[in-house]
Structures are given as C-alpha cells and as structure tokens.
C-alpha cells in the first residue's frame, strides 16, 4: 500500500515517509493543521482506513447486481400469485430501508422495483 495524506488523500511517494517529507506536505498544504495534536491525525487515518474499507465493499454491488436482486424479486411474487403492485408497495420500501441501513443511500438507489421492471422480468422469464 502507498502513503496516502489522511487529510487530502493524495497518495505520495515512498521518500514522503520521511519526517521532514511528511512536514513540509502539512506546512505546504495543510497550514491551518500544522498545529493539531497526533491524535488528530491518527483519527483521521482511522477514519480512512474504514472508507477504503466500506468503499470496497459497497463496490461489490454493481448496477447488474441490483437488477438481477430485482428480478428476482419479481419473480418471487410472480409465482406466488401476488400483484406486482405489492413490489412498489411493500417490497420496495422495505428493500430500500434494507439497503440504506446496510449499503448507504448511494447504493440504495440502485435498486429498480418499477412496474416496467417487473414486466420485463417476467417476459424474460417465460
């Protein structure tokens, strides 16, 4: 892994290990915290190791993820005989508090429960 700056994210080079190479990116471009504690700055290194964390794993869910999750869905209350309208009004309400509370806002909004992606679903089905 490269050093990376915990307060710009710039990835910097390996001779930026050094004390004075580390100093002189803070007094450059980071002035305003040259006086903060270490502990500042190792919070904000906590911090960004838990979004590099996060962001890899929300990136498993792609866009075609979210739509075969959908048609599957779909397919689910197909065959149970149910209106496809209870996808809009149960399903999707429910899958889309799922998805905030375990992926965040960005990827909840990837999931597609429309009346034309159920139809679809199931013209592609039979």
Excluded at 9 to 24: N, P, R
Excluded at 57 to 67: E, K, P, V
Excluded at 72 to 83: C, D, G, S, T
Excluded at 101 to 118: D, H, V, W, Y
């Amino acid at each position: 892994m490269k050093p990376q700056c915990v307060v710009c994210m710039k990835v910097l080079t390996s001779e930026s290990f050094k004390k004075s190479q580390l100093k002189k990116h803070l007094d450059s471009l980071h002035p305003h915290l040259s006086s903060k504690p270490r502990e500042y700055f190792e919070n904000l290194e906590i911090s960004a190791k838990k979004q590099r964390l996060n962001s890899s794993w929300f990136g498993a869910f792609d866009q075609r993820s979210a739509s075969m999750a959908s048609f599957e869905v779909a397919w689910l209350i197909a065959r149970n005989k149910k209106p496809h309208t209870i996808g809009e009004d149960l399903v999707k309400p429910a899958a889309l508090k799922m998805a905030q509370i375990m992926c965040g806002q960005k990827e909840a909004t990837k999931l597609n429960f429309s009346r034309k992606c159920f139809k679809s679903s199931m013209d592609s089905k039979s």
